[in-house]
C-alpha cells in the first residue's frame, strides 16, 4: 500500500506538533521517521494511525484520503515503544483480539494466532500472560499481535527502546527480515540513527517539527542537505568550523585561523566568495598524518576499542579524529591532521542550508 | 543507651498512648457493654447475652418492627450505593481523563467544588425536589441522594485512576479494531480493577454508616425505611431511663460488617490514598 503525506500538520493548541509534512512511501518501502524527541515523529505516526486527527493537510494510503477513517478501518497494524500488551490477556488473547473484533470465526482464530506466533518464535508460550514474559518476548507478541491481522501497513513507535543493547542488536535484525520476506510498507519512528541507518529503505529526518530531509541512508550519510541533517546522522558526529573559502591562483583554499587547506574544485566553486561559512567533515575523514596540513594539539583521548576518538585543538577549532588505538596517542601531543577534502561539506550559516546539495 | 536517650526515645510514644487512650478505652467500652447487665466504668457488673435480644425478637413488643427488616433497608442502600457510585463514576471518569470536549476543564473544577461544599446546607432544598419526585419517605429516594452526594468523588477519583493507565495500551486497542466502548470495558476497566474495588468498598461503608440523610429524609425510626443507625434512636428514650447496655449492642451490630470488610480490605482501600491503580505500562 502506497503512503503519501501532503502538508500534514498537527497543532496542539498554541504547541506546533507537525508542520507542512510532504513525504512519499512507496508499496512494500521501509521507512524510518528520524529525529531527536519532540521532532514530531510521533505525532505524524499517530496521524498515519488516525489516532490523531491532523489539523490541515492529508493522509492519503493508495491515493484516497483517510483523514476521516478511525483507526480501526485503516487495516494497520502498530508496535508500541511500550508494547502495549494487554496485561489481564494471555498471549493468546493478546494475539486473537483484532481478529475477535473482526468477528473471525473461532477455529480460523487459533490457527492464525499459531502461526503468527511460530514466526515469531513464542508459540509455546500462548498461555502465559505478559507479565510472565521477558522483554524480548513481550516485543515479539507486541509484534505478532501487529501482524496477525495481516494488515497493510506496520507502524512502529521505538519498539526496540525497552530492549538490552544485545536484543536490540538481534531483533533489530529480524524486524529488517521480517519486513523484506513480508512485504508490507512500513513506517518505523526512532531517535536511534543506528536503527534508522540499518533498517530503512529511506529515512525521514525531522526536527522541531518539520521534515528535514528523506533520501537513502547512504545519501542522507554522504550528501546531506542540512547542517542538521550532517549533526544528526553519523556517530561519532560531525565537526562543524566556520571558515572562508577563497580561490587563489585557480585554486580553492578553505581557511581559517591556524588551518589553510585546499579544496577540491568541485566543492570548492560552490562555497568560494560566501564570506564565512561551516565546514563539515566526518571524524574518520580525518587522519593523523605526518605531512598532514594543520597543526593541532590533542586535548582528549577517548579509546573506542577499535578506534581511539580524539579531540584536537587548534587555533580556536576544536575537530574530533578517529584514530587507531596502535598510534598511542596521548593528551597534549602536538600532531598533524590531514583531512578527506573529498568528503568535505559546507552550509551556508544564515539557512543551515548545504552549499553543495541544495540550489 | 543512656538515661538520657531512653527517655527521648520513649517521649513520643508516651505521647501518642496518651493520644489514643480516649478512643481505646471507647472501643473497650464498646465490646464490654453489649454483654454486660451493667457497666461500671470499663469494668463489668454481671456478663450477659440478653442485649442482644433484639436478634431474635421485636424489641419493645411483639408489633414492633424487627432488626432485620431494618437490616435489610441498611443494605440495600450500601449495596446501591457501591453500584451505582461505582458504574456513574467509572463512566464519566473515562470521557473526563480520555477525550477533549468543551467544558472539560470547568466540569471537573466543579466535581472539587461539589465535593467541598456542606452537603447539609442542601438538606431543605432537596426535601422538596425528593417530594416532586414522590420519593420523600422511600428508600429509592435516600439512596439516590447518597448515591449524589458521594459521586463528585467517585467521579474524581476514577479519573486519577484512568489517568495512570497508559495510553498506549488504549490506541493499540482502538487499531486492533475496538469501539471506545469496548476499549473501556474489556481494556481499561480490568486494568483497573483493584481502584473500582477500593471505590466500591469505600461507597458501601459510606451507605451503610449514612445518618443524615436518611434520618432527614425518611419518617418514623423503625418502619420500612428505616436504616440501622435511625432505627439505634428507638434505645435512646426520653421516657424511660436509656439502656445504654443495648444501645451498644446495636451500635455494635453495626459495626461488625465494617470491621470485617476493613480487615480483609484494607490493601484496596489503601489504593485510593495511594492514588494509583496497579496494571497498565
Redesign the interface.
Known amino acids: 500500500m502506497k503512503v503519501t503525506l501532503e502538508r500534514l500538520t498537527k497543532h496542539f493548541g498554541k504547541v506546533v506538533a507537525a508542520e507542512d509534512i510532504d513525504l512519499d512511501i512507496g508499496d512494500g518501502e521501509f521507512v524510518a521517521l528520524l529525529g531527536p524527541s519532540g521532532c514530531g515523529k510521533t505525532t505524524t505516526l499517530?496521524m498515519i494511525?488516525?489516532?490523531y486527527k491532523p489539523t490541515s493537510g492529508f493522509v492519503k494510503f493508495d491515493g484516497g484520503v483517510v483523514n476521516h477513517l478511525?483507526?480501526?478501518d485503516?487495516n494497520?497494524?502498530?508496535v508500541?515503544?511500550?508494547?502495549?500488551?494487554?496485561?489481564?490477556m494471555t498471549v493468546f488473547d493478546n494475539l486473537t483480539?483484532?481478529l475477535k473484533?473482526?468477528k473471525t470465526p473461532k477455529e480460523e482464530m487459533a490457527q492464525r494466532a499459531q502461526r503468527v506466533a511460530d514466526m515469531m518464535g513464542i508459540g509455546h508460550l500462548m498461555d502465559r500472560k505478559p507479565a510472565q514474559l521477558s522483554g524480548g518476548q513481550q516485543q515479539r507478541v507486541a509484534l505478532g499481535?501487529a501482524l496477525v491481522?495481516e494488515p497493510d501497513m506496520l507502524l512502529f513507535d521505538e519498539p526496540l527502546s525497552n530492549l538490552d543493547a544485545r536484543l536490540r542488536l538481534s531483533m533489530r535484525g529480524e524486524i529488517k527480515r521480517l519486513q523484506m520476506d513480508l512485504g508490507i510498507t512500513s513506517i518505523y519512528v526512532t531517535h536511534d540513527q543506528v536503527e534508522a541507518m540499518t533498517m530503512a529503505d529511506r529515512i525521514a529526518v525531522m526536527n522541531e517539527g518539520l521534515l528535514q530531509a528523506c533520501a537513502t541512508p547512504d545519501d542522507l550519510y554522504d550528501r546531506p542537505e542540512t547542517l542538521f541533517v550532517a549533526g544528526f546522522i553519523g556517530n561519532p558526529p560531525m565537526n562543524f568550523t566556520d571558515v572562508e573559502v577563497v580561490r587563489e591562483n585557480g585554486d580553492y583554499h578553505a581557511r581559517r585561523e591556524a588551518f589553510d587547506v585546499l579544496v577540491p574544485a568541485e566543492r570548492g566553486e560552490k562555497a568560494a566568495g560566501k564570506g564565512s561559512v561551516i565546514l563539515g567533515i566526518r571524524p574518520e575523514d580525518v587522519t593523523l598524518q605526518e605531512e598532514g596540513d594543520v597543526e593541532a594539539e590533542i586535548y582528549i583521548v577517548e579509546p573506542l576499542g577499535r578506534d581511539d576518538l580524539l579531540d584536537c585543538r587548534f587555533g580556536g577549532a576544536a575537530v574530533r579524529v578517529l584514530a587507531d588505538p596502535k598510534l598511542r596517542t596521548r593528551i597534549g601531543d602536538h600532531v598533524r591532521l590531514a583531512f578527506n577534502m573529498h568528503k568535505v561539506q559546507f552550509f551556508d550559516p544564515q539557512t543551515e542550508k548545504s552549499l553543495l546539495w541544495t540550489d | 543507651m543512656t538515661w538520657r536517650q531512653r527517655v527521648g526515645k520513649a517521649i513520643p510514644y508516651v505521647l501518642l498512648i496518651i493520644s489514643i487512650i480516649p478512643i481505646t478505652v471507647g472501643y473497650l467500652w464498646l465490646l464490654i457493654s453489649p454483654f454486660s447487665t451493667k457497666t461500671e466504668g470499663l469494668r463489668s457488673l454481671g456478663w450477659t447475652l440478653t442485649n442482644w435480644s433484639f436478634l431474635w425478637k421485636p424489641p419493645f413488643g411483639l408489633n414492633y418492627p424487627s432488626i432485620w427488616r431494618v437490616t435489610l433497608n441498611t443494605f440495600m442502600v450500601a449495596t446501591s450505593m457501591a453500584v451505582f457510585v461505582v458504574l456513574v463514576s467509572s463512566l464519566a471518569g473515562y470521557p473526563l481523563s480520555r477525550l477533549k470536549f468543551a467544558g472539560r476543564k470547568s466540569f471537573l473544577s466543579l466535581t472539587l467544588i461539589v465535593h467541598a461544599f456542606p452537603s447539609v446546607t442542601l438538606l431543605i432544598p432537596i426535601y422538596f425536589v425528593l417530594r416532586f419526585l414522590h420519593l420523600f419517605n422511600t428508600m429509592v429516594g435516600v439512596a439516590l441522594v447518597m448515591v449524589a452526594f458521594e459521586l463528585p468523588f467517585g467521579v474524581w477519583l476514577m479519573k486519577g485512576f484512568f489517568d495512570n493507565v497508559s495510553w498506549d495500551m488504549e490506541r493499540a486497542a482502538l487499531i486492533d479494531g475496538a469501539s471506545r466502548f469496548r476499549v473501556w470495558w474489556q481494556i481499561i476497566i480490568p486494568t483497573i480493577k483493584p481502584g473500582l474495588a477500593a471505590l466500591a468498598i469505600f461507597a458501601f461503608l459510606s451507605g451503610w454508616n449514612a445518618y443524615l440523610i436518611p434520618f432527614t429524609f425518611t419518617i418514623g425510626r423503625a418502619g420500612k425505611t428505616a436504616v440501622l443507625s435511625v432505627y439505634l434512636q428507638n434505645f435512646q428514650g426520653d421516657t424511660v431511663m436509656t439502656n445504654w447496655n443495648m444501645v451498644t449492642a446495636v451500635g455494635l451490630f453495626q459495626l461488625i460488617p465494617v470491621m470485617f470488610f476493613f480487615i480483609f480490605t484494607q490493601e484496596y482501600l489503601l489504593n485510593i490514598y495511594a492514588g494509583g491503580a496497579k496494571g497498565g505500562a
Open positions: 499517530l494511525a488516525g489516532i478511525p483507526p480501526k485503516r494497520i497494524g502498530m508500541f515503544q511500550s508494547y502495549a500488551l494487554y496485561p489481564h483480539f483484532p473484533l473482526k499481535r491481522k
